[in-house]
């Protein structure tokens, strides 16, 4: 089986970098957290899927 140089070192295509920065500044200008914040949700939760990390961020705004 052949993987591709990115699955092997796993970088990230600009295309989806850049995608994933946009999610990141929507994501916290529509919650109104840090962008930071969002990244670590994204980084906790092991997925970029919107409605994953719009649940998290709620459960956090109800801890408060």
Do not use: F
């Amino acid at each position: 089986m052949v993987q591709s140089n990115n699955a092997k070192s796993g970088t990230v295509d600009p295309v989806t970098a850049a995608r994933i920065e946009e999610e990141i500044a929507y994501l916290s200008k529509r919650h109104r957290v840090s962008p930071a914040i969002v990244q670590e949700i994204i980084r906790r939760v092991g997925t970029s899927e919107r409605s994953a990390v719009e649940r998290e961020i709620r459960k956090g705004m109800a801890r408060r």
